[in-house]
């Protein structure tokens, strides 16, 4: 493990920057490149004697092997402090601003999933359903069963707020900060789970996955909130069956 450790440090050593080394401590942080690489390879089937057997072979198979081990975990875990930095840098934003994340039972909000009354900028923004649902001042509220895509949907808000700031309609910015979401997290596989789900799926989203043109798209949204996707076919029976069966296919239900 020393050996592999110091064959880490040789190899890696150029692409872990100084600064944040030392922000966490060096030892720390060798420790859990070094147990990363070494999980990542015993995960691949490599034992402990064959990967100190490729740290003194000349073979240059087994040492691009090797390599490779290393370069995965250097991958998985920047992806995994990206995340982290991401999630702390939306909620920090609403921290900042000064606003409140409530989580509100799913049948309370279930219509709109998310809403919000917040100050922005010294502009009051905030759709209708604000009234309705009676949201005070500077909170943003969540259905409960969101909790897990928070990440998500706060800065889908965020997004949101901002283009209704800078003058665009509800509709408008709702459709932008979908926009500015898609791009962000595009290819990550939670988001790409949340883009899936029936009640909040974008008209982009079943036009590329199913081509469904424009106006199945409005029967869809109209027709929300669903509690099953078999409700779909109970509130739009006009859908085809072969249609339907690929849209259970391909989308799920929060409910």
């Given at each position: 493990?020393?050996?592999?450790?110091?064959?880490?440090?040789?190899?890696?050593?150029?692409?872990?920057?100084?600064?944040?080394?030392?922000?966490?401590?060096?030892?720390?942080?060798?420790?859990?490149?070094?147990?990363?690489?070494?999980?990542?390879?015993?995960?691949?089937?490599?034992?402990?004697?064959?990967?100190?057997?490729?740290?003194?072979?000349?073979?240059?198979?087994?040492?691009?092997?090797?390599?490779w081990g290393f370069?995965?975990?250097?991958?998985?875990?920047?992806?995994?402090?990206?995340?982290?930095?991401?999630?702390?840098?939306?909620?920090?934003?609403?921290?900042?601003?000064?606003?409140?994340?409530?989580?509100?039972?799913?049948?309370?909000?279930?219509?709109?999933?998310?809403?919000?009354?917040?100050?922005?900028?010294?502009?009051?923004?905030?759709?209708?359903?604000?009234?309705?649902?009676?949201?005070?001042?500077?909170?943003?509220?969540?259905?409960?069963?969101?909790?897990?895509?928070?990440?998500?949907?706060?800065?889908?808000?965020?997004r949101e707020i901002?283009?209704?700031?800078?003058?665009?309609?509800?509709?408008?910015?709702?459709?932008?900060?979908?926009?500015?979401?898609?791009?962000?997290?595009?290819?990550?596989?939670k988001h790409e789970?949340?883009?899936?789900?029936?009640?909040?799926?974008?008209?982009?989203?079943?036009?590329?996955?199913?081509?469904?043109?424009?106006?199945?798209?409005?029967?869809?949204?109209?027709?929300?909130?669903?509690?099953?996707?078999?409700?779909?076919?109970?509130?739009?029976?006009?859908?085809?069956?072969?249609?339907?069966?690929?849209?259970?296919?391909?989308?799920?239900?929060?409910?």
């Amino acid at each position: 493990m020393v050996r592999f450790a110091r064959w880490c440090w040789t190899f890696g050593g150029g692409s872990l920057a100084f600064g944040e080394i030392c922000s966490v401590g060096m030892y720390w942080y060798c420790f859990v490149w070094v147990s990363m690489a070494w999980s990542t390879l015993m995960s691949s089937g490599w034992s402990w004697r064959k990967i100190l057997r490729a740290m003194s072979t000349e073979d240059m198979v087994d040492k691009n092997r090797l390599e490779w081990g290393f370069k995965r975990c250097v991958y998985l875990f920047s992806r995994g402090r990206l995340q982290m930095r991401e999630e702390r840098g939306v909620k920090e934003k609403i921290k900042k601003l000064g606003y409140r994340v409530v989580y509100v039972p799913h049948e309370v909000i279930e219509d709109y999933n998310a809403c919000y009354r917040v100050k922005y900028k010294g502009k009051l923004v905030f759709p209708s359903a604000a009234d309705k649902l009676g949201i005070p001042l500077n909170e943003i509220w969540i259905s409960e069963k969101w909790k897990e895509f928070e990440e998500y949907i706060l800065y889908h808000e965020l997004r949101e707020i901002k283009h209704r700031a800078d003058g665009h309609s509800v509709e408008q910015a709702h459709e932008l900060a979908s926009n500015d979401a898609e791009r962000k997290y595009r290819g990550d596989p939670k988001h790409e789970s949340l883009r899936r789900e029936i009640n909040v799926a974008s008209k982009e989203t079943l036009a590329e996955l199913l081509g469904i043109d424009e106006n199945l798209f409005e029967k869809i949204k109209e027709n929300r909130p669903y509690h099953t996707m078999d409700e779909l076919l109970e509130k739009i029976p006009t859908i085809e069956k072969q249609l339907f069966e690929k849209i259970k296919e391909h989308f799920w239900c929060i409910n």
